[in-house]
């Protein structure tokens, strides 16, 4: 859809556009944001949880190595009790009694040479434990890695340095306690050195689960945010329905009113050129005419008399271009009267009403009151419509400029004998009496414009053989009164071109 038709829709289906514009942008970006949301916080609870289960795993070993370790040497000094003094077997009892309540979890003290083979690193633990030996300053690592098709929050933590009393059972096989040897045999977990990182505590947290969980809260939310979309559409094709029926109805009229105001407009700047020009060939008729008929009959004179010493061939001259002037003033002449406008019955009432609607935004833009007090009968008269609205608008053009935010334009329309009028009074600035003698003389204005607005309406309301009486008075106001013969005499209606 382009623009053009874009904008030639009603504000409902724009309207109704937009927000379905806005729901397309805002669902994949609002749903992502909560996705990511869901996916930290359930990387947040991993984390959390995984260093709770790795803390509590590593406070069990350390309490094997510091406490219960050095009683049981001492009570049995002869003797090597597995389940009390091997840190790592305690640790993994300890973890499978703690992941009994989380089936999911997995729990490894992986080891690049444990005794246990169950706890054998693979490449991904062995790497992990690899970076802990060869990088001292690394403690702790976390990620996500897949594992026999799950995904996995993956915390690991580097197993303390050997000391010099684990290689009791992790030095040379042949001097380790014999209950470690018989359960473990030989061939691994020893030749170890103290002071080097051999094993990481890791644990696998299952992500899947609260990642699927984010993704069905997201879809829900999908779901939601549709429905809730739905219904916002629902209730403005419902309850709004007939607001925005008003405001296309509105622009419709405005739009009218704007083509009906610009058609005025071109009228009026045509009927100001074709009265100005016909002011100009009256004004040539009037100026030319009589010294040309005057030069042209005397040069007639002199040309049928056989006068001694005058040329006739320089009178014949004079009377080819006398003849020419004639013609331009003869054309003149036909300028002046060569347009009728065409009258017929017409309501002055409809005729100021429409015209009023023309201005009536302006008016109130400017914070004028309107008051119109037409007559409640029709008020006919033989009149040329738009001519009669030119006058009008124009006048009404001149109150809305004179009067001040605050002030008043009343309308009114009624009978005064055989005749019906309109009258236009303002609350404006008024004028003096030396403007108000002058106002219409063309070309005279007060606001710097052409002056020819006046003479025209003057014009125009002459021509319907009616009158136009302005009264004025300063810093009060200006009434202006177009009076109508109901009927016009029996008598030829000629332009009124003064």
Same mark, same amino acid.
């Given at each position: 859809m382009n623009i053009d038709k874009l904008r030639n829709l009603d504000p409902k289906r724009r309207f109704g556009l937009l927000l379905i514009l806005i729901y397309i942008i805002s669902l994949p970006v609002i749903s992502t944001i909560t996705y990511f949301i869901l996916r930290q916080n359930a990387i947040n609870y991993a984390y959390q949880a995984s260093r709770l289960y790795i803390a509590?795993?590593?406070?069990?070993?350390?309490? %094997?190595?510091?406490?219960?370790?050095?009683?049981?040497?001492k009570e049995l000094p002869h003797k090597f009790i597995l389940e009390g003094m091997s840190r790592s077997y305690a640790a993994g009892s300890t973890a499978r009694r703690i992941l009994q309540g989380f089936p999911d979890y997995i729990f490894k003290n992986a080891s690049i040479n444990p005794m246990n083979l169950k706890n054998m690193a693979d490449d991904f633990e062995g790497g992990v434990i690899n970076d802990f030996r060869t990088k001292k300053d690394i403690k702790e690592w976390k990620g996500f890695i897949s594992k026999e098709g799950y995904d996995y929050y993956v915390i690991? #933590?580097?197993?303390?340095?050997?000391?010099?009393?684990?290689?009791?059972?992790?030095?040379?096989?042949?001097?380790?306690?014999?209950?470690?040897?018989? #359960?473990?045999?030989?061939?691994?977990?020893? +030749?170890?050195?103290?002071g080097e990182t051999v094993d990481a505590l890791i644990v696998y947290i299952p992500i899947h689960i609260p990642l699927e969980n984010a993704r069905k809260a997201v879809a829900i939310f999908i779901g939601i945010y549709t429905i809730f979309f739905g219904i916002v559409l629902w209730l403005i094709n #419902?309850?709004?329905?007939? !607001? +925005?029926?008003?405001?296309?109805?509105?622009?419709?009229?405005?739009?009218?009113?704007?083509?009906?105001?610009?058609? &005025?407009? =071109?009228?009026m700047e045509d009927i100001v050129a074709e009265r100005t020009m016909g002011m100009v060939g009256l004004r040539v008729a009037d100026r030319i005419r009589n010294p040309v008929t005057v030069?042209?009959? &005397?040069?007639?004179?002199?040309?049928?008399?056989d006068i001694e010493g005058v040329p006739k061939e320089k009178i014949q001259d004079i009377m080819d271009e006398c003849q020419k002037m004639e013609k331009i003033v003869a054309?003149?002449?036909?300028?002046?009267?060569?347009?009728?406008?065409?009258?017929?019955?017409?309501?002055?009432?409809? /005729?100021?009403?429409?015209?009023?609607?023309?201005?009536?935004?302006? /008016?109130?833009?400017?914070?004028?009151?309107?008051?119109?007090?037409?007559?409640?009968?029709p008020l006919m008269f033989n009149a040329n419509r738009q001519l009669i609205k030119i006058a009008v608008r124009h006048i009404l053009g001149n109150a809305v400029d004179a009067v001040q935010p605050g002030g008043k334009i009343t309308i009114s329309s009624g009978v005064k004998g055989e005749n019906i009028f309109l009258t236009i009074t303002d609350t404006g600035k008024g004028m003096t009496s030396e403007e108000?003698? =002058?106002? !219409?003389?063309?070309? +005279?204005?007060?606001?710097?414009?052409?002056?020819?607005? &006046?003479?025209? %309406?003057?014009?125009?309301?002459?021509?319907?053989?009616?009158?136009?009486?302005?009264?004025?008075?300063?810093?009060?106001?200006?009434?202006?009164?177009?009076?109508?013969?109901?009927?016009?005499?029996?008598?030829?209606?000629?332009?009124?071109?003064?």
């Open positions: 509590a795993i590593d406070a069990v070993k350390q309490y %094997v190595e510091d406490e219960l370790r050095p009683v049981l040497r690991a #933590r580097a197993g303390t340095p050997l000391k010099e009393s684990c290689l009791y059972c992790h030095g040379d096989p042949a001097t380790a306690p014999k209950e470690v040897t018989k #359960r473990y045999g030989t061939t691994s977990g020893y +030749y170890m050195k103290a #419902r309850r709004f329905g007939w !607001f +925005y029926e008003k405001i296309s109805s509105d622009k419709e009229t405005i739009e009218n009113i704007s083509k009906e105001i610009l058609n &005025l407009n =071109r009228e030069i042209g009959g &005397l040069c007639r004179q002199i040309f049928k008399k054309d003149f002449d036909e300028l002046v009267r060569g347009k009728r406008f065409l009258f017929k019955r017409e309501d002055l009432n409809e /005729i100021a009403y429409s015209t009023i609607r023309l201005i009536e935004h302006e /008016i109130k833009d400017r914070d004028i009151g309107l008051i119109i007090n037409l007559y409640d009968k108000l003698h =002058r106002i !219409f003389e063309p070309f +005279y204005s007060t606001k710097g414009r052409t002056g020819m607005g &006046l003479p025209l %309406v003057r014009q125009i309301i002459a021509e319907h053989m009616g009158e136009i009486i302005i009264d004025s008075n300063p810093n009060i106001g200006t009434t202006v009164e177009f009076a109508f013969p109901t009927r016009w005499r029996e008598t030829a209606v000629e332009d009124v071109s003064e």
